[in-house]
């Protein structure tokens, strides 16, 4: 996507995103961003972008949520040395530890933080949208916290791939509402709060679990995961003595990823996502948007999606509930698009391989998600021999289980024919 912008603008964009000036006042990344929605979601999107221009970084709401992130979340979170994992890849491999954060998953920094914005903006009830499940467990959570009730979209087919998170919800208090329409995944289940939202903009507050949809979404979502990677650059000091030489994560919609990347940006660390590569390069085959999406409107936001030659919006596959998305937040475009972040893909295959090295050598079970960030790394390390590496180990592998499972059940029986 380097094509899309001439070489003083790409220059521009970049030196802006390092300097923390973006988005613009229109919700902008560049090209990217900005607020595509219906009529009657305007004043609940301008009710939500005053809300967080009055509160996310004043003194009062930040002591607040720095308190939660301490005392409820567990933060910070252990930035790990994984010295069995190092010894076989030939490299220095660190692990920023957001499976160890309360529920699980880094999804939990930025459902407290909405969770709070919502109870300061008078909502009388959440609802929030899931596909891996660790954002409608994280929000569940956090509504119980702050004494809101909870909601949760969910397509069919990741209730049915995610049996233990959707148990896990009903048992934090929050409504599964499953999602028959569309693909039935992910994006069916944003379209289907969208609906519902514009039903009662007022009354309801929409916890959108990443750096995705129409302004302030991807703005607000980077700004409360950003503590991932503020901590762990600190972390990397500390404990190593200097910075990475490379950092990975996962990119779905990708929340996760700006929320490592953000604070390295200014640094000479090299960036790179990771998506879904699925089980090949055709449309419907991946989830790989940056790989190999086209610009276009989804969900409130102009990025890149997953669209055949008509516009038409295509489903996707990942063996990964969590990346099965047919976007990605528009910073993330930008950054491919100015050069800072390299984004690759890891398939489902090579996910799978990797979550299983991971749990040999360091006793990890990581989500699905993550594990492809471990494929390319994996990939990387055998280029990059001696090099000092941070993954963003987004995720806990405990909701895969029911896949994991029928992955080996199926395996077992290929070996025996």
């Not at 994992?85 to 309360?102: F, I």
Request: some cysteine; proline content about 4%.
């Amino acid at each position: 996507m380097k094509s899309i912008l001439e070489a003083n603008e790409a220059a521009a964009l970049r030196k802006a995103l390092i300097n923390g000036e973006l988005p613009d006042e229109r919700g902008r990344f560049g090209p990217f961003g900005g607020r595509y929605v219906p009529e009657t979601l305007v004043p609940a999107f301008e009710r939500l972008e005053e809300g967080v221009k009055k509160h996310l970084h004043s003194p009062e709401f930040q002591a607040e949520f720095q308190q939660e992130l301490r005392e409820w979340v567990g933060r910070p979170t252990a930035l790990s040395r994984a010295p069995r994992l190092s010894e076989r890849w030939g490299t220095e491999v660190w692990l920023k530890r957001e499976d160890l954060a309360h529920t699980g998953a880094h999804k939990i920094n930025n459902a407290i933080g909405q969770a709070l914005l919502a109870k300061r903006l008078g909502a009388e009830r959440v609802i929030a949208e899931t596909g891996a499940g660790q954002h409608g467990v994280a929000s569940a959570a956090a509504c119980a916290r702050v004494g809101l009730p909870c909601s949760v979209y969910m397509g069919v087919v990741d209730i049915e791939r995610q049996a233990p998170n959707v148990d896990r919800m009903h048992r934090l208090g929050a409504e599964v509402l499953p999602v028959e329409t569309g693909d039935k995944t992910l994006r069916a289940a944003i379209n289907e709060a969208m609906r519902e939202w514009v039903s009662d903009p007022a009354g309801i507050y929409y916890l959108l679990g990443s750096a995705v949809g129409a302004h302030p979404y991807p703005y607000l979502v980077r700004e409360l995961q950003s503590v991932i990677g503020t901590e762990a650059r600190q972390q990397m000091l500390d404990l190593a003595g200097s910075l990475p030489d490379v950092a990975f994560a996962c990119v779905g919609g990708g929340s996760n990823a700006i929320g490592l990347f953000y604070a390295l940006l200014a640094d000479d660390v090299e960036l790179i996502g990771v998506e879904a590569g699925g089980t090949g390069d055709g449309l419907g085959q991946n989830a790989a948007t940056l790989a190999t999406g086209t610009a276009g409107v989804l969900q409130g936001c102009y990025s890149l999606i997953l669209q055949n030659d008509d516009g038409q919006v295509q489903e996707t596959h990942s063996i990964s509930a969590g990346l099965d998305y047919s976007g990605v937040g528009p910073e993330h475009a930008l950054l491919q698009a100015v050069g800072r972040v390299t984004y690759v893909t890891a398939s489902d295959d090579e996910a799978l391989e990797a979550l299983e090295e991971l749990c040999e050598t360091e006793g990890i079970l990581t989500a699905l998600e993550t594990a492809h960030a471990y494929a390319a790394a994996k990939r990387w390390s055998q280029e990059h021999p001696g090099k000092r590496i941070l993954i963003c180990n987004s995720g806990r592998g405990d909701k895969d289980m029911p896949t994991l499972t029928k992955y080996a059940a199926r395996t077992r029986t290929h070996a025996a024919a």
